[in-house]
C-alpha cells in the first residue's frame, strides 16, 4: 500500500474548531504541531531551566486562554511565538538572577573557547560549538531579560530587528537600541572576564 | 545575522554558538493529555465562575428587593395591631 503523502494540519481551521466549540481532538493537534516551535523559543532563551516542559505547558496554556485574541492577519504559528517570547520574558523576569562571571568559573573547554575569541584574531573558528553556546548562554544571563532576549533573537538565533519587532510587540528603534546597549555591555563583561583571568 | 564587527569576542562567538546543534523536539509522552486536560478543567472552571458570579449578584439583588419592601411596607409590619376581641364580629372591626 503506498504511502499518503504528509499533510500539514490546516492551522486556521484547527484553531476554529477549538476557539468555537472547545474541540478536543483540535487542540491536540495544535499541540502536536506547535509543541517543536515552542520547545525551541524556549531552549534558546531558558536553556539553563530545567522544568521545560512545565514553561511549554505554561505556553500552551496561554495560548488557548487567549485564543480568540488571535486575528487571522497574522499567521497563527508567529502569534503562538509571540505567547512564548514573552511568556519566556517573564519567566526571566522572575528569575531575577544576574550572575556575574569570572574566568575561574568556566570549564577548561569553554575558558578555551573565550580565550581564541578575545586573543586570536583569526577567522578560523573554534571546533566546539557547544562550549561556545553554553558560554554565550553564560555570558548573555548576565544581562536583563529584554536585553538578553533582544541578543538571543538577533545574534545567536540569527533574526532580524523586524522579527524582534513581531515576537515583542517593541518598536524597531527600541529593539536596534536595546541591541546596541546589550552588545556594549557584553563587551565590557569580556573586558572584566579578560581582568579576572589576569588577577 | 547583522552586520557587526567580525574582530569583535561577542561576534565571534555568537557566529560559533549559532552553528551548535539543536535538540530534538519530540513531544514528551503524557504531555499532550496533560495540557488538555488543564485546558478543559480551566474551561469548565471558567463556566462555574460565571454561574457563581450571576448567583451572587442574583442574591444581592434579590436582598435589595427584600429590604425595599420591608421599608416600603414599615407600617404594615410594625404598627400597633388591633385584635378583636374574643365574640366581636369580624365587620365591626373592618368598619371605620
Redesign the interface.
Known amino acids: 500500500m503506498p504511502d499518503e503523502p504528509f499533510r500539514a494540519p490546516d492551522l486556521t481551521a484547527l484553531v476554529v474548531l477549538v476557539r468555537d466549540h ?1 474541540h ?1 481532538e483540535a ?2 493537534q495544535l ?2 504541531h506547535l ?2 516551535l515552542v ?2 523559543i524556549i ?1 534558546g532563551h531558558l536553556p539553563k531551566r530545567s522544568s521545560e ?1 512545565d514553561l ?2 505554561e505556553v ?2 496561554k495560548m ?2 487567549r485564543i480568540e485574541q488571535w486575528r487571522e492577519v497574522m499567521p497563527f504559528e508567529h502569534w503562538v511565538s509571540r505567547v512564548a517570547v514573552t511568556t519566556c520574558l517573564d519567566a526571566l523576569r522572575y528569575e531575577k538572577r544576574r550572575p556575574e562571571l569570572r574566568w575561574s568559573d568556566l570549564s577548561e573547554t569553554e575558558a578555551a ?2 580565550d ?3 586573543h586570536d ?1 583569526t ?1 578560523t ?2 571546533s566546539d ?2 562550549a ?2 553554553e ?3 553564560q ?1 548573555l544571563a548576565t544581562l536583563n531579560p529584554a536585553d538578553r532576549l533582544v ?1 538571543t533573537m ?5 533574526r532580524s530587528v523586524m522579527d524582534v519587532q513581531n515576537a515583542t510587540g517593541w518598536s524597531m528603534a527600541l529593539v536596534k537600541v536595546r ?1 546596541f546597549r546589550a ?1 556594549r555591555k ?2 565590557k563583561q ?1 573586558e572584566k572576564l579578560e581582568a579576572t583571568q589576569k588577577s | ?2 552586520q ?1 564587527n ?18 530534538s ?1 519530540e ?2 509522552f503524557g ?2 493529555t ?3 486536560s ?3 478543567s ?2 469548565e472552571e471558567r463556566a462555574w465562575t460565571l454561574v457563581e458570579w450571576f448567583t451572587w449578584r442574583g442574591l444581592a439583588i434579590a436582598m435589595l428587593v427584600l429590604v425595599g419592601c420591608a421599608g416600603l411596607n414599615y407600617e404594615a409590619f410594625f404598627s400597633p395591631t388591633e385584635t378583636l376581641a374574643d365574640g366581636e364580629p369580624l365587620i365591626s372591626f373592618l368598619e371605620p
Open positions: 472547545a478536543e487542540a491536540r499541540v502536536e509543541y517543536p520547545m525551541r531552549r516542559e511549554a505547558q500552551f496554556m488557548f486562554a573557547v573565550l581564541h575569541v578575545l584574531e577567522e573558528l573554534v560549538a557547544m561556545s553556546r558560554l554565550a548562554h555570558l541578543l538577533m545574534d545567536m538565533e540569527g541591541a552588545r557584553l563587551r569580556f | 545575522m547583522n557587526q567580525s574582530t569583535d569576542p561577542w561576534t565571534k562567538l555568537a557566529r560559533v554558538a549559532a552553528k551548535a546543534p539543536v535538540q523536539a513531544l514528551p504531555f499532550n496533560r495540557v488538555i488543564q485546558w478543559k480551566q474551561t
